[in-house]
């Protein structure tokens, strides 16, 4: 799973170093957040494509989904594009995406952010639902608060095989896998600008800050960051192996 992608920058860092990471470490399925990917917020379809061509296999998304126009139609396609489960009825796209091996869920928080479903019972829901789902189950929730993450984490142990945080942009240290066999860490981090705020540039998010005037926030340049973590899971039980941290640097 790699965290929020923000922006070129992001974009470059994927495509340089997923081909091998999948080639090195043997990986089955690769999930990256693509919503801040376009410009630094958002998803547009040529950013989408760039993704399935540096190798990732899903797009998780979050809040920011929305934000181009064009994607919108594109959420009802084939293309595996996830946005939010917990939206209310009637919106466009899927809120997972599943095989005979395995399902991808994206939940959107409650904290801190807006109006939304209740991410556990949508949850829920969706678990009780036909057909009989794959025993790999792997939950992306994009989420402000950390307790919303951890509670999320407690209450599907034993249900999901990952419950995996984005969209803080700011990797945790809390990697675990709980007593009933669900890897959790409560935010992945992003592939993004080093030297940035949350992946955008310094002096703009700074004079945002002082002058409280609503302005687009430059993506950040330089080095970039690469935060993800590798689950392991067996694929009999459904159970977590093992979570680590897989954090690189990318000089420009």
Partial sequence: MVGDVIGRPGRKAIAQLLPQLRE????DLIIANGENAAGGIGLTPA???EFFQSGVNIITSGNHIWHHKEI???LDTELRIIRPLNMPPGVPGHGYWYSDEVLVVNLVRRVFMGHFDCPFRAIDRLLEELPPWPTTIIVDF???ATAEKIALGWY??????AV???HTHVGTIDTRVLPRGTAFISDVGMVGAS???IGDDIDSVIDRFLTLMPHR???????????SVLVEVDADSGKALSIYRLDLELSK
Avoid: C, M, W, Y
Wanted: net charge negative; hydrophobic share 35%; charged share 15%.
């Fill in 24 to 27: 090195q470490h043997g990986l």
């Fill in 47 to 49: 950013t989408a494509i």
């Fill in 72 to 74: 919108i139609p594109v």
């Fill in 142 to 144: 994009h989420a402000e």
């Fill in 156 to 161: 599907l142990d034993g249900r999901v095989s």
């Fill in 164 to 166: 995996l945080g984005t």
């Fill in 195 to 197: 030297d940035s705020v």
């Fill in 217 to 227: 926030l430059s993506v950040g340049k330089g080095n970039t960051t690469f935060n």
